[in-house]
């Protein structure tokens, strides 16, 4: 063992946690660690702004499935992560976050920069951590790292005093983990997964309805064996996206508030849905009571027991990780040669779906109209990048139209804010992307109004050479706003007009190319010019004010009282 200070042992342990980059912005409180960091081979990328180091560090996170690290300083520094760390914490993503802190002695007295985001964060992390003693702090990170990566992924904070960063200890980094009231769930009940089984054995029209677990869980293939073995149609939450190829007749696309007419009603008459690594958020189910009103059987996996029968009660829950879940099911299921005889059944149903959808059709064809349709900017995009790129959105009307309408194809592939719906995610989040794969394409998709919230991080893509490609879906309005007040506030279009920058002067202020479409004979040509331009690009593509995502369940409807128009 040998002595070193705090901020040594912070750079010592993320090294020890295989950390290869870092997003951060330095300041006072956290300057010791900054002073280590300088020393090492990690690689430190410079956001503008703290929100975005969040962001980045997300985008990271879901594309490698490892912890992302955010390194910033205390108070307003601290608090600028809150968002990033809510955000985290509702589509659970591995982060942690490290904030220095003014000394201990200093703690409770009003000093300069100081905040309590032990506290402020405590609703919104999986676990956070105020250090005290030096000797604790290669145990603490270690723990860290354990909390943010194992059962259901989610944030951890560490909060590190100036003095605690300077003062010293023998130091070696712990080999394990031994935390007494932490011990997830890994393997399912046996038992439960024979019941499930047999309750889809048992059932005419079995669903499965899939989440972002999936991904976390690395679990795709045993998915995708698992349905296609057994003939059974696959809905995506907006999380769940590319969890199953979209080119596979079984897929049947996002369901919920803006899933299609065929999907939702599938849900409704399902009578055995399967759900895998979701958590029944309300703008999948709209008004629970009416939601999945034929299924006889909900049978619901998930890591996080908590989140069983929260929001809608199920009959077979089984907890634990769901790529051992599905394994241990598929066994099972290989084992029965009597669900051979339910196929044919099965087939009628997914039949019956294909002709819901065929009755109505997400879109509408508008071919030959004078402006450019978010149909055209999406197809555009899948024939430009050959369907394989990496999408990270932003929030809104945009969102919807990637969600429905891009057909992606593996996991790990949409980046977006879930279930905290934060503007100004897409365009951090794509950098962070791109520097956790730098060999794939790298695509935001943006509003007019949710670029402006961290417009500032295209600097960050400049400096670092990020070559992300960035669509803003332009209708000088914040669009989804825009389109609840025309169905639901009589047409009363309150402050959701926005004036905007021009877009492409703009990104030449910040170093970066920038090109308009204002016409449906330029668009094809334009993208294909703007993505073979090297480094960051914003392109920015007028489309009409009255473009609406449909159909949509409306605010406290069912999902049989989808709105078409």
Request: aromatic residues 8%.
């Amino acid at each position: 063992m040998k002595k070193l200070t705090g901020a040594q042992i912070v750079i010592e342990s993320l090294m020890a946690e295989g950390v290869d980059i870092v997003f951060g912005y330095p300041g006072g409180a956290i300057l010791p660690t900054y002073d280590a960091l300088l020393d090492s081979k990690i690689r430190h990328i410079l956001v503008r702004h703290e929100q975005g180091a969040v962001h980045m560090a997300e985008g990271y996170a879901r594309v490698t499935g490892k912890a992302g690290v955010v390194l910033v300083t205390s108070g307003p520094g601290a608090l600028n992560t809150v968002t990033g760390i809510a955000d985290a914490y509702m589509d659970s993503t591995p982060l942690v976050v490290i904030t220095g802190r003014v000394s201990t002695s200093l703690i409770g007295n009003d000093a300069f920069q100081e905040a309590d985001i032990v506290g402020v964060t405590r609703p919104c992390t999986k676990h956070n951590y105020l250090v005290k003693d030096v000797k604790d702090l290669g145990r603490i990170i270690k723990e860290a790292f354990y909390i943010a990566t194992t059962g259901r992924p989610g944030p951890v904070l560490v909060d590190l005093p100036k003095d605690v960063q300077q003062a010293q200890c023998l130091f070696k980094y712990p080999d394990k983990v031994e935390l007494r009231g932490y011990k997830p769930v890994i393997k399912g009940n046996l038992r439960q997964i024979e019941r499930a089984v047999d309750a889809i054995e048992r059932s005419s029209k079995p669903l499965l309805y899939v989440g972002g677990g999936v991904q976390w869980s690395n679990a795709a293939p045993e998915l995708f064996e698992l349905a296609t073995g057994l003939g059974i149609p696959v809905t995506e939450t907006l999380m769940g996206l590319g969890s199953f190829p979209a080119s596979h007749p079984l897929r049947l696309g996002m369901l919920g508030m803006h899933g299609s007419y065929g999907t939702n009603t599938a849900v409704c008459h399902t009578d055995c849905l399967i759900a895998i690594g979701a958590r029944f958020d309300d703008r999948v189910t709209g008004r629970i009571s009416d939601f999945a009103p034929n299924a006889e059987c909900i049978i619901h996996i998930d890591i996080d027991p908590s989140s069983i029968s929260k929001n809608v009660k199920v009959d077979i829950p089984i907890v634990g990780d769901i790529k051992n879940v599905l394994s241990d099911m598929l066994r099972i299921v290989k084992s029965r040669e009597s669900l051979a005889k339910r196929k044919p059944v099965w087939a009628k149903w997914h039949e019956q779906i294909l002709q819901w959808h065929r009755e109505k059709p997400l879109y509408e064809r508008r071919d030959g109209v004078s402006h450019i349709t978010p149909v055209q900017v999406i197809e555009e995009l899948h024939a430009v990048t050959k369907g394989d790129c990496i999408i990270a959105t932003d929030v809104g009307q945009h969102q919807m139209w990637v969600a429905q309408l891009f057909p992606f194809e593996r996991p790990r592939s949409l980046l977006t804010s879930g279930g905290l719906g934060t503007m100004g995610y897409g365009l951090p989040a794509g950098i962070g992307a791109k520097l956790a794969a730098p060999d794939r394409t790298v695509v935001v998709v943006s509003g007019d109004g949710s670029i402006q919230m961290n417009i500032q991080e295209l600097a960050t893509a400049v400096e670092y050479g990020v070559d992300v490609k960035v669509i803003i879906m332009n209708n000088y309005f914040l669009g989804m706003v825009r389109q609840w007040q025309e169905k639901f506030y009589n047409e009363r279009y309150s402050y959701s007009a926005m004036a905007v920058p021009d877009f492409v002067k703009l990104a030449a202020a910040f170093g970066a190319h920038g090109f308009r479409i204002e016409r449906p004979g330029e668009l094809s040509a334009t993208m294909r010019e703007a993505f073979k331009t090297p480094g960051p690009v914003l392109i920015d593509i007028v489309i009409p004010k009255e473009e609406e995502v449909m159909p949509m369940i409306p605010p406290g409807g069912a999902m049989s009282e989808m709105l078409f128009a």
